[in-house]
């Protein structure tokens, strides 16, 4: 009898110490799970705040050249051409992405192909567009690219467009490569679709935004 009422005395602080951590641990789901639902509900302006914070954009400006690095087809070709005509710069360089195997067998036309055409019907002569670098596989080589083409050229001051996304990253490796003197420009050109007030609502966007980070991490270990 007397044993029992040990064990009965024993479990008892047991029980009332797992209910209490039971309470704390329910207290905390129900914090969170508001803290959630209040930031679910005013989800736009956190959003649209992480986007505003995440890019970078410089001014346009003149400069010797602009580079166009490999992507942005619907993009780059067209904002490369503006500051052409616009007599901002007097040279474009086209960046020599690998071929992939489609281009290779003739399938597909290259990266190449297809932003020197854009160029050309967007009114740029043949005679201001030149290649920079061949084979080049990432946007850390494409840089390195264009450092040779500037110390090659005695180059000052380079713009290279890009996507609202990749401003940071792009311009994080610009600035790791060139060394003080070289003026680097990397403008935002606002995608097709959506922007930095809406990109949350757009498949497009939400995969472009999680897609940058992870590459801006990638960049920076490796690199």
């Known amino acids: 009898m007397t044993q029992s009422l040990e064990r009965a005395e024993v479990a008892a602080p047991r029980a009332g110490a797992l209910a209490l951590a039971l309470r704390g641990v329910l207290l905390l789901v129900v914090v969170l799970v508001a803290l959630a639902s209040a930031a679910w509900i005013g989800r736009e302006p956190l959003l649209r705040t992480a986007a505003d914070l995440w890019i ?3 001014e346009v400006g003149p400069a010797d050249a602009v580079a166009i690095f490999g992507g942005g087809l619907e993009y780059r070709p067209f904002a490369a051409a503006a500051y052409y005509r616009q007599g901002l710069v007097g040279k474009i360089l086209l960046s020599g992405i690998a071929a992939g195997p489609s281009e ?11 932003n020197r055409n854009a160029l050309l019907k967007l009114g740029v002569p043949d005679t201001a567009i030149e290649p920079l670098g061949a084979d080049l596989t990432n946007t850390y080589e494409e840089a390195l690219a264009l450092r040779d083409w500037v110390r090659r050229t005695g180059a000052r001051s380079i713009m290279v467009p890009t996507e609202i996304f990749s401003t940071r990253r792009l311009r994080w490796v610009l600035h790791r490569v060139f060394a003080d003197g070289v003026t680097i420009r990397v403008p935002a050109l606002d995608p097709i679709g959506y922007g930095r007030d809406d990109w949350w609502k757009k498949e497009a966007g939400l995969i472009g935004f999680q897609n940058e980070v992870m ?3 990638f960049y920076r270990v490796n690199y």
């Open 56 to 58: 970078v954009s410089d």
């Open 215 to 217: 590459k801006y991490l």
């Open 104 to 114: 290779k067998l003739g399938v597909r036309r290259s990266h190449v192909e297809a």
